[in-house]
């Protein structure tokens, strides 16, 4: 398949090719996938919201002023696909106004993904409730501060911090488990 630039992508887009159309979907498709797998629940959530994400994408390629990469425009649309999913979801993120009790621990938290594989990780995040992964996401991955997190999902900055850390604690517990079966099975 023939790769076009990102201005030929644009203004082949524009004029109606398909060809262009389907040069972009192939040129951005699976970096765009493996960032919604993060938000999904599974393959089959982040292949819808992979869909709705290039609908968008083709809807609103006018709207690409060549400001920047137009993969990270067209990573901006990802994510706030992946967001309207999450949002129709019911109780996405439950609002905790206190966070006070949470707060001394996260200033000395080891960065617990770091040792991992990608794909190990990302099975660990799709096991996380909607709203923990988001936070985590935004967060962690991301580097979205907690004010930015509860500005993009309405939320409040406690709720944010909150999410978080409970996004950390249940993946702790997954890796605990996992450690302690990985360990068991190798002796």
């Known amino acids: 398949m023939h790769q076009f630039s990102d201005q030929e992508l644009v203004s082949g887009i524009l004029n109606g ?3 262009h159309q389907s040069a972009l979907y192939h040129q951005y498709s699976v970096p765009m996938f493996r960032i919604l ?3 999904a629940k599974d393959r089959a959530e982040a292949e819808d919201m992979l869909q709705d994400g290039f609908v968008r994408v083709f809807r609103d390629m006018a709207q690409f002023r060549g400001e920047g990469a137009l993969g990270g425009w067209i990573r901006r649309i990802m994510v706030n696909t992946a967001l ?3 949002r129709k979801q019911r109780d996405f993120v439950k ?3 206190d966070f006070n009790v ?3 621990k996260f200033h000395t938290e080891e960065d617990f993904a770091s040792n991992l594989d990608a794909e190990t990780l990302m099975s660990y995040l799709q096991k996380l409730p909607p709203g923990y ?3 985590f996401n935004f967060y962690a991955i991301e580097g979205f501060s907690h004010e930015e997190i509860a500005e993009q999902l309405g939320i409040s900055i406690g709720t ?3 999410q978080l850390y409970k996004a950390r604690e249940f993946l702790k517990k997954i890796l605990d488990k996992s450690f302690k079966i990985n360990y068991t099975t190798h002796d």
């Open 84 to 86: 309207s999913h999450l």
């Open 37 to 39: 797998l993060r938000y």
């Open 160 to 162: 944010s911090k909150s």
């Open 133 to 135: 992964r988001t936070v």
């Open 102 to 104: 949470f707060e001394s």
């Open 95 to 97: 609002d905790v106004p």
């Open 17 to 19: 090719s398909s060809a």
